[in-house]
Structures are given as C-alpha cells and as structure tokens.
C-alpha cells in the first residue's frame, strides 16, 4: 500500500508541477518571481545505482509520468499570459509552439531527478536486486498489471470518497440540528 501512495503522491506531484506550477509563477511580475524551493539533498550515487535507477524507471514507464510536462507548462504559461493579454492571443499562439520547440526534450530532466532520488532511496545493490525482480516472471507480471491495479485502486478510492462525504454530511447535519440550526 506504501508503494501505491508512493506512486499516486509522484504522479500528483508530476501533475501538479506541470500543471499548477508554471501559472502561478508566470502571473507574477519578474521582480516579484520567488526562487524555487531548494532540492533536497541528495546523498552521491555511483554510476551503476544511476543506471540501475534509470532502467528500473523505464521499466516502469515512469517517462510517461512525465512526457508531456513541457507542453503542458507551456500552455498553462500561455493561458497565464492571455488573462491579462487577450490582445496577443495570435502572438502568444505562436510563440507557445516556439517555447514548447526550444525547450523539448527538458522534461528528461524529470527523469533524471527520479533516478537520483532513487539511488538515494536504495542502496546500489538494492537497485540491482529491485532490477533482477523486474526481470523475472513476477516482475514482468508486476510490471504489466500494476497500472490497471492502480487505475482500479483510484476508483475504488474515489467511490469510497463520495459515499463516505455523504456519512460526514450527515454526521455535520446531525450535529448542527442538535444545536437547532438546520443546514
């Protein structure tokens, strides 16, 4: 259960930086722009873990987490810009598929980043040992219907979600009634 968490907070964190990140930051004035948050610190990882790392992420398809986090920064930027610009939409349409061109390829930063996080999770031979298990027959099985347990895992969440909101509703309702105020 640990692992899946792991997993849906990565993804929310992936969305949220591609998606929420870049508006917020691009509506406020150059001189006003705060610095990113430091990175934290990460221990050194040797070669081999990096490359263990990165081929464990790509067995897991981890790139697909991330793909399209430049386009979609671009066009959250874009659409920042136009609120307060409507006058330039023909400029800025342009110039988004100008942005989204020069900096393709960026988002493989992403990728880089996960693997050092995970070669600062895992010891080298830890990474090694998570590789050979991917490779094996249950790996493999692993590897192949994790992303419909997840997909099946978020629904169940989110059904469990809306029927337990409805229990808290009325447990708020119940309670102010017995204050005498009906909501």
């Given at each position: 259960?640990?692992?899946?968490?792991?997993?849906?907070?990565?993804?929310?964190?992936?969305?949220?930086?591609?998606?929420?990140?870049?508006?917020?930051?691009?509506?406020?004035?150059?001189?006003?722009?705060?610095?990113?948050?430091?990175?934290?610190?990460?221990?050194?990882?040797?070669?081999?873990?990096?490359?263990?790392?990165?081929?464990?992420?790509?067995?897991?398809?981890?790139?697909?987490?991330?793909?399209?986090?430049?386009?979609?920064?671009?066009?959250?930027?874009?659409?920042?810009?136009?609120?307060?610009?409507?006058?330039?939409?023909?400029?800025?349409?342009?110039?988004?598929?100008?942005?989204?061109?020069?900096?393709?390829?960026?988002?493989?930063?992403?990728?880089?980043?996960?693997?050092?996080?995970?070669?600062?999770?895992?010891?080298?031979?830890?990474?090694?040992?998570?590789?050979?298990?991917?490779?094996?027959?249950?790996?493999?099985?692993?590897?192949?219907?994790?992303?419909?347990?997840?997909?099946?895992s978020m629904s169940y969440m989110n059904q469990w979600a809306q029927v337990f909101a409805q229990t808290v509703n009325e447990q708020f309702r119940a309670e102010m009634k017995k204050r005498g105020k009906e909501i």
């Amino acid at each position: 259960m640990t692992y899946l968490l792991n997993i849906v907070a990565a993804a929310g964190l992936v969305m949220g930086l591609a998606l929420a990140g870049a508006p917020a930051h691009a509506q406020q004035p150059a001189a006003k722009q705060a610095a990113p948050a430091p990175a934290p610190a990460l221990k050194p990882a040797s070669p081999a873990a990096l490359a263990a790392a990165k081929e464990i992420l790509t067995m897991k398809n981890a790139n697909a987490m991330y793909a399209s986090a430049v386009p979609n920064v671009v066009e959250q930027t874009k659409n920042a810009l136009l609120q307060s610009n409507l006058n330039y939409q023909k400029d800025l349409n342009e110039v988004a598929v100008i942005v989204a061109k020069n900096l393709a390829g960026k988002e493989q930063e992403i990728g880089d980043g996960m693997a050092k996080i995970y070669a600062n999770e895992f010891t080298e031979q830890e990474l090694k040992d998570l590789l050979a298990f991917y490779k094996s027959p249950l790996g493999q099985k692993l590897l192949a219907t994790e992303p419909r347990a997840i997909q099946f895992s978020m629904s169940y969440m989110n059904q469990w979600a809306q029927v337990f909101a409805q229990t808290v509703n009325e447990q708020f309702r119940a309670e102010m009634k017995k204050r005498g105020k009906e909501i």
